[in-house]
């Protein structure tokens, strides 16, 4: 069974991935890079999803010399111009701060209305091989919604507890995690990549 490495230390990202792949039917041996302690944290420096995906797996498919897929993602709102984008997570300053993040988002759409408070959750899934032919591969999953005025729902994190998903009556901290990962834009990003990945 081919071994892949995804690039994050987070358990429960693995987990879910190694989910999302199996029902896919894929049978790949999924590891985080925690099972490689030498390979260096990568800055997102790129400024679109799948440059910063892309970034992250060529790295660490060259640091351990294994195919490697990475994502990125973010919520991208209509009315701030495709904003927060791939700052989604470092919105209000500093990086992973949900409260803040979710706080600034709302007031600044404060004065916006319903017609107009259209939203998407983008993800960028890549692959990555090692070695100067090895494949370099971006594909992209989305869902669109709109931006509620105030939190529901505890489940989720992020800005999920104000993304209505277009159809739903229900947010996607109201969904069960089963749920969401059924229509969520990383399922949706890893299931176009999925048949490419070497097996």
Request: charged content about 25%; overall charge negative.
């Amino acid at each position: 069974m081919q071994r892949i490495v995804l690039a994050t230390r987070n358990a429960h990202k693995v987990g879910e991935l190694r989910a999302i792949l199996a029902e896919l039917g894929v049978k790949v041996d999924l590891v985080g890079v925690t099972d490689y302690p030498d390979v260096p944290d990568v800055a997102e420096t790129e400024l679109t999803f799948g440059g910063n995906a892309l970034l992250k797996a060529t790295a660490v498919a060259e640091a351990t010399g294994l195919p490697a897929i990475a994502d990125d993602s973010g919520i991208c709102v209509d009315a701030l111009n495709g904003m927060p984008g791939i700052f989604s997570a470092r919105w209000a300053g500093k990086h992973g701060e949900d409260a803040a993040n979710l706080d600034l988002l709302l007031a600044q759409m404060g004065d916006v209305p319903d017609e107009h408070r259209g939203a998407q959750f983008v993800c960028a899934a890549a692959l990555a091989e090692p070695g100067p032919d090895g494949r370099r591969l971006v594909r992209e999953g989305r869902i669109e919604g709109t931006l509620l005025r105030a939190r529901r729902g505890t489940s989720g994190f992020g800005y999920d507890p104000v993304f209505l998903p277009t159809g739903s009556e229900l947010t996607t901290a109201e969904l069960t995690p089963e749920a969401k990962n059924a229509v969520s834009h990383r399922r949706r990003a890893f299931e176009a990549l999925a048949p490419l990945l070497p097996l």
